[in-house]
């Protein structure tokens, strides 16, 4: 994907550049801004002819300086509040902590920071009264990371050893189509040739990858929201099941304070309890998310999920249990 590189954060680049005097030209700025001349070309006619700027080349010091030293460029309109979400935001990047991508984000924030006014405040007031608490995060191999990331990116074939739950490690070959980060891990979509078919793997499951040298072309016919559908979670089936939960009144508040899924209706009780309505086309988060509520969730429909949820429960609580028999979806 094409950085985002707004101009007035290079303008005040190439000003702060020229005002340490090191007389920069359009090939050190592009360089070092990593951007093309050209494009440091126009922000240089931009200043010139737009800003007023007293800017002048030197054949000398093959560079270019100011003719007037108090020159100032004239900073960039920014806001309290705007200064405020860029250092929430970089608080954010705590959850991506790890992984290829946070290090390029840190720099990016870095930059807009260094691209900010001197009239700018340091930190906006409050900053520091907002802590990110991070999901808990599986472990994954950086290199693994790597290797999937550079897949995706360049469509290029990957070749998994990949365990998948109680079974032992294989190798797989997947065509990576699509990234997903949920609740702390990373999962990966794609063409799995030993299946044939679409399936999601958890790159904490992934004990080593290679990247192959055959490339391909996404599918046209694949469509990444129209795959997930009404989700609930991560993993998805193709068809679709109307479940109704019932809330206690001591549960209902916390259930009422969220969006859980798009399609979700309540309907309130005369006791202050609510039943939970909505359409999901897989249920084993869903299945999992309920087991969390305790005695305070019971599944009214379907009735095929609520013997799956009371026979979990009975195995939950017997103490003499040795084994966990639990029919969980199949294999990726």
């Excluded at 007037?68 to 705007?82: C, G, N, T, W």
Aim: proline share 7%; charged share 30%.
């Amino acid at each position: 994907m094409k950085k985002y590189k707004p101009q007035h954060a290079r303008l005040l680049f190439i000003d702060r550049r020229i005002h340490e005097k090191s007389y920069p030209n359009c090939s050190s700025l592009a360089a070092e801004y990593e951007v093309s001349t050209k494009t440091i070309q126009r922000d240089i006619e931009y200043m010139r002819f737009e800003l007023n700027a007293p800017l002048e080349y030197s054949a000398r010091e093959r560079g270019f300086y100011y003719t007037e030293e108090q020159y100032q460029l004239p900073a960039m309109d920014i806001r309290e509040s705007d200064l405020f979400a860029i250092y929430l935001a970089d608080k954010l990047l705590a959850q991506y902590e790890g992984t290829p991508i946070h290090d390029s984000l840190r720099s990016v924030f870095r930059k807009i920071e260094n691209a900010l006014p001197d009239s700018a405040p340091a930190r906006p007031g409050g900053q520091d009264r907002f802590t990110v608490f991070p999901p808990f995060a599986t472990v994954i191999l950086p290199e693994v990371l790597a290797a999937v990331f550079d897949g995706l990116r360049t469509s290029t074939r990957l070749e998994i050893l990949y365990r998948s739950p109680g079974g032992e490690p294989a190798w797989r070959q997947v065509d990576p189509y699509h990234g997903v980060r949920f609740e702390g891990d990373w999962y990966l979509v794609g063409h799995c040739h030993l299946r044939d078919a679409i399936r999601t793997f958890s790159l904490a499951r992934m004990a080593e990858v290679r990247k192959r040298r055959e490339q391909f072309t996404l599918p046209d016919r694949f469509d990444f929201r129209r795959l997930t559908g009404s989700h609930f979670g991560v993993h998805w089936g193709p068809e679709e099941t109307e479940v109704r939960i019932h809330f206690s009144r001591e549960a209902a508040d916390y259930v009422r304070e969220r969006q859980w899924h798009p399609t979700q209706a309540i309907d309130e009780q005369a006791d202050g309890s609510l039943i939970l309505t909505l359409t999901v086309n897989h249920l084993l988060e869903l299945r999992r998310w309920i087991l969390s509520w305790g005695d305070a969730a019971r599944v009214l429909a379907p009735v095929s999920l609520a013997e799956e949820v009371r026979a979990i429960a009975r195995r939950m609580a017997d103490p003499d249990r040795r084994d966990s028999p639990v029919d969980w979806p199949g294999r990726p």
